[in-house]
């Protein structure tokens, strides 16, 4: 029996351990779609001591404990891996979270684990982390404060170092800043020695030159071999109400005569001083491409070799290696690495900052990181959809054979098949189109019935603010020659309920709309001009199963089909193929498009 014990009380100790010591930095940041406001999206940035698991990548999935809502609810939290730092050790995850509450009020979600890092000064060595986000549900702020940093700041031995903790607003929105009391932290002492912290914009300031607890008398210096310090911050707006929080580390380091390496923004020259932070603009659908430059000054007696760092990136984005070359840490063999940066902005992104740092062969430093600030223009002007163009002879049986016939008639089902494709209904006595046979060529390519082509189409923002509209009188892709074709689209939108979502349809002759795979819109038959509207806050979307990743909002699948079916006699047919009218928040690529 006495065995058994042992081996028991060994198995719980080696289970309370399993995160001890290996907490880096956090932040964790939300939003919620007006239409579904009690729905809330986390963000959460997380980074840990990278060689306690093994073999940690990028894409590597990890789970580090569980994440409180604040209802007396959780989740396990599963980190996803963006970036990884083989020299300082350490590996930042991300993870998205929904949450549904199930009524209005005011939370304090939280991470509680432990246990910090057992180098940090002060005491908090081995202590407990705790990191919280504020939600009121009541009010009417639909997002936190966007917080964003990486997981070790360096700062220089007795000199003056000033950072601005990277933290964007919602649009109108002012934010303050403050540092965490030890029951939101955890942390025993809460503030190193000397820093400061400005409340309304964010600045660190602190001149690291006392020990932080030296004996009675003493005014020793701190320590060179660069002390570890633990720092909290929050970000707040609405009187308190709504809060975002940043947990990381603060590295204290003498610089000696080796000169720090920098980061800068493109290959160009640098500018004097070092500016320690940048703005790129990027437009809505099109992808940005900026080089993210590590730079370490070539000096005598020094390893002059750099690798450059980087917090979490945009969903979606993309960063290469050193294109100088790249060992397994991540250093490029000459004192320059270029590292390119690549994101496509979709519907739905917000402005974002990144944060970057570069480590020269010596393991020294910049500082403080750099800080890229991402500004997406959503002043876009067109849109494009593209389809597939299927062109058919005089020949065929339902082309060409009627001036009119079929209005009214409901002559396809209400749903889609598998593929994606109209069911036609032939119970329905239609005229204009002989049978479910013929009927599937008009969606499908067959050899010697039809040719394909890729088609797109171009929805200006033209006559107002954020309105698109395509407007044709002679539709006609394929030239005069070849009248006799149909024209199939697939897309999707991204449904906020607004009052502006609405959808305005004319055509002559067949029009279908099947929205989520339900037919919407049904301007069957051969005709002259005919129009519908879809107002989409009438379909009960709330309802919808995709959702969409980002903001929350439901995605909804479009399902546009055309058919130019016109009389041998009458080739120049009036045609106004979908007039689309709708916000530009409404429409999501890919695969539509931008510009």
Known sequence: MGIRIQSILLLLFALSCVQASHFRYMTVNWQRPAATPLKVTFTIEQAWRRTFWSNVQIGSVINTGAFNYGD???????????????????????????????AAGKFTAFFENCCR??????????????????????????????????????????????????????????????????????????????????????????????????????????????????????????????????????????????????VKLGTGPVASPVPTSGTVNAVLGQELSADIVGVDTVQTGFNSKVLVSHGALPTGATIAPCSEGADASGYSPTNTCTRKLKWTPQLGDRNTDIVFTATDGN?????????????????????????????????????AKSA????????????????????????????????????????????????QNVYSITLTNAASANVFSFFSTAFLPNGNTAPYFTYEIHTYITYKNDPSEVFTYQSSDDLWIFINGVKRVDLGGVHGVSSATVDLRTLGLTTAILIHWISSMLTVKITYLL??????????????????SVLLHCLLSLPPTFN
Not at 72 to 101: C, P, R
Not at 169 to 196: D, E, K, V
Not at 429 to 450: H, M, R, Y
Request: a negative charge; glycine letters at 8%.
């Open 72 to 102: 007396g609810t959780s989740v396990n939290l599963n980190l996803n891996v963006v970036s990884v730092n083989t020299v300082e050790d350490w590996f930042i995850g991300t993870a998205t979270l929904v949450k549904t509450y199930t």
């Open 117 to 262: 890092i057992s180098t940090l000064a002060d005491g908090n060595n081995d202590q407990s982390d705790r990191v919280e986000a504020i939600l009121d549900l009541t009010g009417t702020d639909y997002e936190s404060p966007r917080v964003t940093g990486i997981p070790i700041v360096t700062m220089y031995y007795n000199q003056l170092n000033e950072w601005f903790l990277p933290a964007q607003a919602p649009a109108g929105r002012t934010l303050s800043f403050s540092i965490s009391t030890t029951t939101q932290s955890l942390l025993s002492a809460t503030t190193p020695a000397g820093l400061t912290l400005d409340g309304t914009t964010g600045k660190i300031s602190w001149s690291p030159n006392k020990s932080v607890n030296p004996a009675p008398g003493s005014t020793s210096n701190v320590d060179p071999s660069a002390p570890l310090f633990g720092f909290q911050v929050r970000v707040s707006m609405s009187n308190g109400n709504i809060v975002s929080s940043m947990d990381f580390i603060f590295k204290v380091i003498t610089l000696a005569s080796n000169l720090p390496p920098y």
């Open 363 to 399: 393991a020294l430093d910049s500082t403080p990181p750099f800080r890229l600030t991402v500004n997406i223009n959503s002043n876009v002007r067109y849109i494009y959809l593209s389809g597939i163009i299927r062109t058919f002879s005089s020949s065929h049986p339902d082309f």
């Open 404 to 451: 009119t016939g079929d209005v009214g008639r409901v002559f396809i089902q209400s749903g889609l098949n598998s593929q994606g494709k109209p069911i036609f209904n032939a119970g329905a006595g239609a005229t204009t189109v002989q049978s479910a046979t013929t009927f599937n060529q008009w969606w499908n390519t067959i050899d010697g019935v039809n040719t």
């Open 563 to 580: 058919v130019w079916v016109c009389n041998l006699l009458k080739l120049h047919c009036v045609t106004h193929y979908p007039v689309v």
